[in-house]
Nanobody, 125 residues
C-alpha cells in the first residue's frame, strides 16, 4: 500500500508563502498521478492542483492559478506545492493524494486511491 505524508503547513500572514511537501512510498509510486486537495471546516473537499507522473501535465483550480505551483522530484518520491500570495480563503487542511490508475489527471477527489492525513494551513489577515 502507498503511504502518503504531508508536511510544511503552518500559520502565515496574508501575502506570505508556504511550501508543502508530500512524501510517498511504493515501488510504482513514481507512475502515479498526484493531486493536492484542501478542506475547510464544514466545507466539501476541493481540488487544488494535480500533476501527472507518467506524462508531465499540470492543472490548477481557478482560485489558485498563478499563485500555486505543483512540482515533483521522482528521485525522492516527493510532490511539492509552492503557495505564494496567500489569502485568508486559502485557510484549510491540505491533503496530498495518489491516483494509481489514472489515464489522465483528475480534479475529482473520488478518483484518488491513497490519501495523506493532511497538514493545516492558516492564513491570517
Amino acid at each position: 500500500q502507498v503511504q502518503v505524508v504531508e508536511s510544511g503547513g503552518g500559520l502565515v500572514q496574508t501575502g506570505g508563502s508556504l511550501r508543502l511537501s508530500c512524501a510517498a512510498s511504493g515501488r510504482t509510486f513514481s507512475s502515479y498521478t498526484m493531486g493536492w486537495f484542501r478542506q475547510a471546516p464544514g466545507s466539501e473537499r476541493e481540488f487544488v492542483a494535480v500533476i501527472s507522473w507518467n506524462l508531465y501535465m499540470t492543472y490548477y483550480a481557478d482560485s489558485v492559478k498563478g499563485r500555486f505551483t505543483i512540482s515533483r522530484d521522482n528521485a525522492k518520491n516527493t510532490v511539492y506545492l509552492q503557495m505564494s500570495n496567500l489569502k485568508p480563503e486559502d485557510t484549510a487542511v491540505y491533503y496530498c493524494a495518489a491516483d494509481a490508475l489514472a489515464v489522465a489527471p483528475s480534479t475529482r477527489a473520488s478518483d484518488y486511491d491513497y490519501w495523506g492525513q493532511g497538514t493545516q494551513v492558516t492564513v491570517s489577515s
